[in-house]
């Protein structure tokens, strides 16, 4: 049986350590045998996602990483980021399945729960998951979105930050007791190491939004299932050569901006 390929697009142009800790999220125990994941980083970006502008810039780049997937021979693609920018885009134009982290999560926490509550970094991704929320219909599913004030390393992610993790856990449990949540989402990918300790001490179901895009993913095309073209028709008239020259050129601005 040959190897199923998944893309799984990095929202930003990173590579070293940066680009191993996105691929942490996803622990080779994971990938069932007869699949590989290659996470692909874009050409360029925005900086914080935290601003509908930062969001149609995001959309751009994850989107122009993503319309080559078929032809590159993937059967699948993952969006690593949480404010699932590009996925609607890409579904128009791809017909293997594209998965992102929020509508994967949300829905699954439907299926775990009553009532889910987004857990996030900061006040200015909030804007993302009302978005996702009204999109997706789950405004009666949802608890509450709650944030800790503090503005997320892009880079580094919560590594070595014990503090911020007793911070995730304080907030959950409010989302808990307050406000009826029997189920917790991470708002964020680049929040999957706070997983593990969540989870542990938590007495309700944690969501890992990357982790459950990529197993969402892995069953879609085990399946033989994609996203139906009549909620995502294809372009009648691409114009993939023009989008990847347009992202060519940002190559020549810096990431971040200095």
């Not at 680009?19 to 970006?45: C, H, M, T």
């Not at 959309?59 to 080559?68: A, K, P, R, V």
């Not at 964020?188 to 179901?205: C, E, G, I, N, R």
Request: net charge positive; glycine share 6%; hydrophobic share 40%.
């Amino acid at each position: 049986m040959a190897t199923k390929r998944i893309k799984f697009i990095v929202p930003f142009p990173l590579s070293g350590k940066g680009l191993r800790l996105r691929e942490a999220q996803l622990p080779k125990r994971f990938i069932r045998p007869g699949f590989k994941v290659d996470f692909v980083p874009v050409k360029n970006s925005a900086v914080w996602f935290d601003s509908y502008y930062d969001s149609t810039v995001a959309d751009f780049f994850l989107f122009e990483e993503g319309i080559s997937a078929e032809r590159e021979g993937y059967d699948a693609v993952c969006i690593d980021t949480a404010s699932d920018s590009g996925l609607h885009g890409l579904r128009s134009r791809l017909k293997i399945p594209v998965v992102a982290p929020s509508v994967a999560s949300m829905h699954l926490a439907c299926m775990l729960g009553h009532k889910f509550t987004v857990l996030t970094m900061w006040e200015r991704w909030v804007f993302l998951y009302s978005k996702h929320l009204e999109e997706y219909k789950l405004w009666d599913r949802c608890a509450s979105v709650r944030n800790i004030g503090q503005e997320p390393n892009l880079v580094s992610l919560l590594e070595g930050k014990k503090e911020t993790l007793k911070k995730l856990e304080a907030e959950a449990l409010k989302a808990i007791a307050e406000d009826g949540a029997d189920v917790i989402m991470l708002g964020s990918t680049t929040m999957h190491q706070a997983h593990d300790y969540l989870s542990k001490k938590l007495p309700v179901p944690v969501l890992n939004p990357g982790l459950v895009a990529y197993k969402i993913a892995e069953v879609l095309v085990e399946l033989n299932l994609s996203q139906s073209k009549a909620a995502y028709p294809a372009p009648q008239t691409p114009r993939d050569d023009m989008v990847h020259a347009m992202a060519e050129t940002a190559r020549k601005f810096s990431w971040p901006p200095k």
